[in-house]
């Protein structure tokens, strides 16, 4: 069967087609990929200078420190249980205290006493609303410390305890905080 049979007519909507206009559409095809490529390069490139820490460098060369100190807290044996529980206020969201509670076990269960801690709550996503403050050792093996947050939401605590022989320990976990509950 040859086209000459057929009933097949090519459309001539925009013309006919020839190699020119074949040729100018992949031009123009490439053309406006390339300059849209170019558009997203330059705001990437204008945008962020590809530094999210300051003194990343530093801290990149400290980083073997960092893995020793991990080390040495793995062969520590300490295990924390991090929990938090805010306290009845005026206001739902609005500036609340929320008591912060650590208790540490060595490898074998028992209390580990004596301990300096220092506990903070950071947001992931809002700078300024850190809190901070030293725990007390409540109980044998337990701190706690009494916070005052910007609000309820989503909050990461660290906690860093350091122990009689200058032995460390360092933990963060991510809670949730809801007006007057348990997280």
């Known amino acids: 069967m040859n086209t000459g049979d057929s009933d097949f007519r090519p459309s001539t909507r925009f013309g006919t087609i020839t190699g020119r ?14 300059g849209v490529n170019g558009l997203m390069v330059y705001r990437a490139l204008s945008t962020f200078d590809g530094v999210e820490v300051e003194g990343a460098y530093q801290k990149g060369r400290a980083y073997n420190h960092v893995i020793e100190r991990m080390e040495a807290q793995k062969e520590l044996g300490w295990s924390a249980g991090i929990e ?18 650590v208790t540490f076990a060595d490898s074998e269960g028992r209390p580990v006493e004596g301990l300096s801690v220092r506990g903070t709550f950071w947001r992931p996503v809002v700078s300024g ?3 901070r403050s030293m725990l007390r050792e409540t109980a044998p093996g337990t701190y706690e410390g009494l916070f005052s947050l910007a609000g ?17 320990y360092v933990d963060e976990k ?3 905080t809801h007006a007057w509950g348990n997280t």
């Open 174 to 176: 991510r809670v949730v």
């Open 152 to 168: 309820t939401g989503n909050w990461q605590v660290r906690i860093a305890a350091t122990g009689p022989r200058g032995e460390t």
């Open 84 to 101: 938090t529980r805010v306290l009845p206020g005026p206001e739902t969201g609005k500036g609340h205290s929320t008591v912060l509670s």
């Open 129 to 131: 609303e850190d809190s």
């Open 21 to 34: 206009r074949v040729l100018g559409g992949f031009v123009l095809f490439f053309a406006i990929v390339f």
